[in-house]
T-cell receptor
Framework: QKEVEQNSGPLSVPEGAIASLNCTYSDRGSQSFFWYRQYSGKSPELIMFIYSNGDKEDGRFTAQLNKASQYVSLLIRDSQPSDSATYLCAVNNGDNNDMRFGAGTRLTVKP | DTAVSQTPKYLVTQMGNDKSIKCEQNLGHDTMYWYKQDSKKFLKIMFSYNNKELIINETVPNRFSPKSPDKAHLNLHINSLELGDSAVYFC????????????FGPGTRLTVT
């Protein structure tokens, strides 16, 4: 069983739409959750982190966490072609800084 | 200013060679990491160092050895390179252990022929 699972995609949305990216994790002891964006040939870039159940908003991005369901998501409002990238979900159990990454979801925003 | 830097950016070498990748961070962070990203883009942690002490050592071959001369540097040395070692290697750092987010270097694309 994979520890952090994401739909590999590709997920295609039209420009201006809401893109919804999902992630599930297996370790109930996980404490912190991160979303990274990775453009092709580039390094992962931190977009958001969330520690508590509920929603956290930052500009066009909203992270949602449900620890009971072991589920974390990222919503991108008003999607732009520049948002086209692979989005990596990462989960940290906090004890020994063991960060586990999902395989990523490839998002394409079409003009 | 580059927060996390790695050299070289590209490394092409033959099987059996020994090579090193250097990493430096100027963020004042206490913890540094090495990740391997394979052709399927799966990012897997290899090592992390906190205050010059190894705190995670994933099941990687002992041909890989991290070396940290100080808390701003974590180099990766690889002995007897194999074809399967071809990947992109990312260095990262975080303020400390625990919940903190990690910041990644630009990556080193290693190709073993």
């Amino acid at each position: 069983q994979k520890e952090v699972e994401q739909n590999s995609g590709p997920l295609s949305v039209p420009e201006g739409a809401i893109a919804s990216l999902n992630c599930t994790y297996s370790d109930r002891g996980s404490q912190s959750f991160f979303w990274y964006r990775q453009y092709s040939g580039k390094s992962p870039e931190l977009i958001m982190f969330i520690y508590s159940n509920g929603d956290k908003e930052d500009g066009r991005f909203t992270a949602q966490l449900n620890k009971a369901s072991q589920y974390v998501s990222l919503l991108i409002r008003d999607s732009q072609p520049s948002d086209s990238a692979t989005y990596l979900c990462a989960v940290n159990n906090g004890d020994n800084n063991d960060m586990r990454f999902g395989a990523g979801t490839r998002l394409t925003v079409k003009p | 200013d580059t927060a996390v830097s790695q050299t070289p950016k590209y490394l092409v070498t033959q099987m059996g060679n020994d090579k090193s990748i250097k990493c430096e961070q100027n963020l004042g962070h206490d913890t540094m990491y090495w990740y391997k990203q394979d052709s399927k883009k799966f990012l897997k942690i290899m090592f992390s160092y906190n205050n010059k002490e190894l705190i995670i050592n994933e099941t990687v071959p002992n041909r890989f050895s991290p070396k940290s001369p100080d808390k701003a540097h974590l180099n990766l040395h690889i002995n007897s390179l194999e074809l399967g070692d071809s990947a992109v290697y990312f260095c990262a750092s975080s303020q400390t252990t625990g919940f903190h987010e990690q910041y990644f270097g630009p990556g080193t694309r290693l190709t073993v022929t």
